[in-house]
Each structure stands twice: as structure tokens, then as C-alpha cells.
């Protein structure tokens, strides 16, 4: 069965950085297209970033230019470098394998940011 943990959220001051991890049991992650998601209070799950198989990489545009997506497939992780953190950014930040379509894609369970002013 394929688990995603995430780690690295934690309460950092705006203009500070994090690094989330997010580590994915079994043996698909290399041929996978990984993402991040985040998802604050009142509003709905959005898409951060995500990165395939091959490093191509995509941003939504709240984030171009301070957050970098990337991956270590001996490591079966994928990060999230997060600079020039704003307030606007705390969220539970979720990590996401996108499978074939038609299969339920896998989450982790989240892990917090929180970004105080």
C-alpha cells in the first residue's frame, strides 16, 4: 500500500523560510507526477505546485518566484522550499500522487504552516 508522510510545517514569521518533506512508501514514485496542495481555513484545497516524473515543473502564480518544487527519487521524496513567507500562505499543506485516470490519486495527511505577521 503506497503512504505519504509529510514533515516540516511548523510556525515561522513572515519573510522566513520552510522546507516540507513529503516521503512516499513503495515502488511508484519515481514514474509519478507529485504535487503540493495546500488548504486554508474557510477556503478550498488549491494546487501549489507540482513537479513529473521528468522534473517539468508548474506554480500557481500566488507562489511563482518564492516556493520551489523538486524531487529525490533515490529518496522517494518530494520538497517544498517555501522563501518570503506571508501570512496568506499558512494552510495545512498536503502532499498528492497523481495515479492513471480513473484511479483515486494518494494524500498524505497534511502538515501545518503557520506564517505569523
Known amino acids: 500500500q503506497v503512504q505519504l508522510v509529510e514533515s516540516g510545517g511548523d510556525l515561522v514569521q513572515a519573510g522566513g523560510s520552510l522546507r516540507l518533506a513529503c516521503v512516499v512508501s513503495?515502488?511508484?514514485?519515481?514514474?509519478?507526477?507529485m504535487a503540493w496542495y495546500r488548504q486554508a481555513p474557510g477556503k478550498q484545497r488549491e494546487l501549489v505546485a507540482g513537479i513529473s516524473r521528468d522534473g517539468y515543473t508548474n506554480y500557481a502564480d500566488s507562489v511563482k518566484g518564492r516556493f520551489t518544487i523538486s524531487r529525490d527519487n533515490a529518496k522517494n521524496t518530494v520538497y517544498l522550499q517555501m522563501n518570503s513567507l506571508k501570512p496568506e500562505d499558512t494552510a495545512v499543506y498536503y502532499c498528492?500522487?497523481?495515479?492513471?485516470?480513473?484511479?483515486?490519486?494518494?494524500w498524505g495527511q497534511g502538515t501545518q504552516v503557520t506564517v505569523s505577521s
Open positions: 513503495g515502488s511508484i514514485f519515481s514514474i509519478s507526477t
Open positions: 498528492k500522487l497523481n495515479r492513471r485516470p480513473g484511479l483515486t490519486d494518494y
